[in-house]
Each structure stands twice: as C-alpha cells, then as structure tokens.
C-alpha cells in the first residue's frame, strides 16, 4: 500500500502564492509518474502539471508560467508551486503518483485525499 499526505492548501487573494506537497510513502520501488490534477464545484477532475521519473514536465495550459511542479527524490515528495493566482484555480488539488513496487512489476495508481485551495477576488 501507498499513502499519499498532501498539505499547503489554503486561502490566498489573487495574485498572490501557495505551494502544494504531497508526500508518498509505503511500499514503492519506484515513482514513475507524479501529478497534481484540480477539481472544481460542478467541473470534472482535470490534469494540472505532470513530471516523469526521466524529468519531462507536461502543464495544462491554463498554468503555464505560473505554476511549477517538482520533486525532492529523498524526500518521495513532489511540489507544485502556485503563483499569480486566479479566482478560476480555486479547486480541490488531487497529488496523483503511478508507481511500481518492483523491478519490472505492474502500475498501481494512488491519489492523495485532496486539499482545497481557493483564490479569493
């Protein structure tokens, strides 16, 4: 089993800065795949930023050069950094990890409990 511990959601005025973690830990060999996805009232689940074990990065492209997601490797925590926030990010943010627990063993997929950030006018 994998447990997922996001934390730094809050409330911020727009334009203003938060930044998400979302530390894993259990049985993993290895994080293949890390992932913030947002859902907001009434919107279906969306994909925010995206970061592989190789260091590709993939952002919706309502956050492009505003939000950055990276990782602390020792830590098996991933980051999104927040900045010049919108009223339209106020969503639940959902950390995402594909991971295998062995060498050559199957995906599992784990989602975080969510944490609410909401961007005030």
């Known amino acids: 089993q994998v447990q997922l511990v996001e934390s730094g959601g809050g409330l911020v005025q727009a334009g203003g800065s938060l930044t998400l973690s979302c530390a894993a830990s259990?049985?993993?060999?290895?994080?293949?795949?890390w992932a913030w996805y947002r859902q907001a009232p009434g919107k279906q689940r969306e994909l925010v930023a995206k970061?592989?074990?190789?260091?590709?990065?993939n952002y919706a492209d309502s956050v492009k050069g505003r939000f950055t997601i990276s990782r602390d490797n020792a830590k098996n925590t991933v980051y999104l950094q927040m900045n010049s926030l919108k009223p339209e990010d106020t969503a639940v943010y959902y950390c995402?990890?594909?991971?295998?627990?062995?060498?050559?063993?199957?995906?599992?997929?784990?989602w975080g409990q969510g944490t609410q950030v909401t961007v005030s006018s």
């Open positions: 995402n990890v594909i991971i295998i627990t062995s060498v050559g063993g199957p995906l599992y997929q784990y």
């Open positions: 259990g049985s993993i060999f290895s994080i293949n795949v």
């Open positions: 970061l592989t074990s190789s260091g590709n990065t």
